[in-house]
């Protein structure tokens, strides 16, 4: 098979799969914004894992109590795992989330945000993910939220550094 219909036969599975976890969560939380597909990236791996399919929806959601939090839903699968030593996959894994608030016709502006190491989870297992949420916010009716996040992730054994990659926003909310 021509390896990029190869690979974009792979997102459009992981995605398809993925989505179907979020629509699950997302019926649970009426009040949930996301992103659909914009946060999916194929990455190349070293050795005898050639590809990290990875797809992270940023979210914003009203929680109990009249606050609001954003929240990404980190998911990943590895395409073919042939490596011994599966604690090599990446030095570093970590996502930052923010929510964001703007009154109309402003800018963002960064009210709570929390990072999270994923690095040990993404090692661990070949499909799986996990949800990093910012501490939450008293709901203010007169701005406009969404959530912004940033991954941040070092492949083991490639020598080529961090790679930071900025995730799309969430839709706004009110």
Same mark, same amino acid.
């Given at each position: 098979?021509?390896?990029?219909?190869?690979?974009?036969?792979?997102?459009?599975?992981?995605?398809?799969? @993925?989505?179907?976890?979020?629509?699950?969560?997302?019926?649970?939380?009426?009040?949930?914004?996301?992103?659909?597909?914009?946060?999916?990236?194929?990455?190349?791996?070293?050795?005898?894992?050639?590809?990290?399919?990875?797809?992270?929806? $940023?979210?914003?959601?009203?929680?109990?109590?009249?606050?609001?939090?954003?929240?990404?839903?980190?998911?990943?699968? @590895?395409?073919h795992d042939g490596q011994i030593d599966r604690s090599k996959r990446f030095?570093?894994?970590?996502?930052?989330?923010?929510?964001?608030?703007?009154?109309?016709?402003?800018?963002? $502006?960064?009210?709570?945000?929390?990072?999270?190491?994923?690095?040990?989870?993404?090692?661990?297992?070949?499909?799986?993910?996990?949800?990093?949420? $910012?501490?939450?916010?008293?709901?203010?009716?007169?701005?406009?939220?969404?959530?912004?996040?940033?991954?941040?992730?070092?492949?083991?054994?490639?020598?080529?550094?961090?790679?930071?990659?900025?995730?799309?926003?969430?839709?706004?909310?009110?």
């Amino acid at each position: 098979m021509n390896r990029s219909l190869f690979r974009a036969s792979a997102v459009g599975a992981a995605v398809v799969a @993925f989505s179907g976890v979020i629509s699950v969560s997302q019926s649970a939380s009426a009040a949930e914004t996301c992103t659909t597909i914009e946060n999916s990236r194929i990455q190349s791996m070293p050795g005898g894992i050639p590809e990290a399919v990875m797809y992270v929806p $940023t979210c914003i959601e009203a929680v109990p109590g009249g606050k609001v939090r954003g929240k990404t839903d980190v998911n990943w699968s @590895f395409t073919h795992d042939g490596q011994i030593d599966r604690s090599k996959r990446f030095s570093s894994f970590k996502v930052t989330v923010r929510l964001e608030g703007r009154v109309p016709g402003g800018t963002d $502006t960064v009210v709570t945000s929390r990072t999270c190491d994923v690095t040990s989870r993404i090692n661990s297992i070949d499909i799986g993910n996990l949800d990093c949420l $910012t501490p939450s916010a008293a709901l203010d009716p007169k701005k406009q939220w969404s959530a912004g996040a940033t991954v941040v992730y070092d492949i083991a054994g490639d020598t080529k550094g961090p790679i930071t990659w900025q995730l799309t926003n969430s839709p706004l909310m009110g």
